[in-house]
């Protein structure tokens, strides 16, 4: 009688002592995914589709259309609205020398996998200066596979990130947070990721966040007509 109720108490302990440990591997995996991963990793094949492996979309510039008869859409053309967001501040083309009529809109170029560019790629001698194209702060430091060396930069909102991919290097004593301003010298253009050997070039992006917590996420922009209605750098 008395190891059965040895055993019993034993047999008790340990189901609490699994219990509880099965409670605090809840709580742990819960902390861990909503207030550590999102600050510490991202996936390791991010970038130059944009700042996260998720389906994106063109989102067209609004521009002014005279009243015309209506027309019938093609089924396969699905217009997307535009943001609800004003346009970000007057940016600076953000590579030296480059000028406005230098140009190319790449926005909605196909790249591999089926994939859209949703960028525009501003093509530069191997180690030209990359500026700040607007005030902001350093968002992140991230490298990858697709982006190389990259940059992501809050604007001074909030509410955009602009994003520098292929990057030779990034600018000597430049550190995550840091603020800078419109034609800071933050990095070098190069052909770091999956750019192709040669291909230098800056890879440019304009996203509209919807979280500034989570900059790798939102709806990219065409960063054209931004560049190209904007400041040319020195």
């Known amino acids: 009688m008395r190891v059965m109720k040895r055993f019993l108490q034993i047999t008790k302990k340990t189901l609490l002592i699994f219990l509880v440990l099965a409670i605090h591997s809840m709580i742990t995996a819960?902390?861990?995914?909503?207030?550590?991963?999102?600050?510490?990793?991202?996936?390791?094949?991010?970038?130059?589709?944009?700042?996260?492996?998720?389906p994106q979309t063109s989102v067209p510039i609004p521009v002014s259309i005279p009243p015309v008869e209506p027309t019938i859409v093609p089924p396969e053309v699905v217009?997307?609205?535009?943001?609800?967001?004003?346009?970000?501040?007057?940016?600076?083309?953000?590579?030296?020398?480059v000028k406005?009529?230098?140009?190319?809109d790449?926005?909605?170029?196909?790249?591999?996998?089926?994939r859209v560019h949703n960028a525009i790629d501003i093509m530069a001698p191997v180690g030209?200066?990359?500026?700040?194209?607007?005030?902001?702060e350093i968002a992140k430091f991230f490298d990858s596979e697709r982006g190389g060396i990259t940059?992501?930069?809050?604007?001074?909102?909030?509410?955009?990130?602009?994003?520098?991919?292929?990057?030779?290097?990034?600018?000597?004593?430049?550190?995550?947070?840091d603020s800078v301003k419109r034609g800071t010298v933050i990095g070098y253009v190069g052909d770091t990721g999956n750019s192709g050997n040669g291909n230098y070039h800056l890879h440019f992006t304009v996203t509209v966040l919807a979280d500034a917590q989570r900059y790798w996420e939102g709806t990219?922009?065409?960063?054209?007509?931004?560049?190209?209605?904007?400041?040319?750098?020195?």
């Open 128 to 136: 030209t200066p990359v500026f700040a194209a607007a005030d902001g």
């Open 30 to 54: 819960l902390v861990c995914e909503n207030f550590i991963r999102p600050f510490l990793f991202l996936p390791t094949d991010y970038a130059e589709n944009v700042n996260d492996p998720t």
């Open 151 to 177: 940059i992501y930069q809050f604007s001074a909102n909030r509410k955009f990130v602009y994003y520098y991919a292929h990057l030779q290097k990034r600018a000597d004593h430049l550190a995550e947070k």
């Open 220 to 234: 990219d922009i065409n960063p054209y007509p931004l560049l190209k209605d904007g400041i040319e750098s020195r």
């Open 79 to 97: 217009p997307v609205p535009t943001p609800d967001v004003a346009a970000p501040d007057a940016l600076m083309i953000p590579v030296a020398g």
């Open 100 to 104: 406005r009529e230098q140009l190319q």
């Open 106 to 114: 790449t926005f909605n170029d196909a790249r591999s996998e089926g």
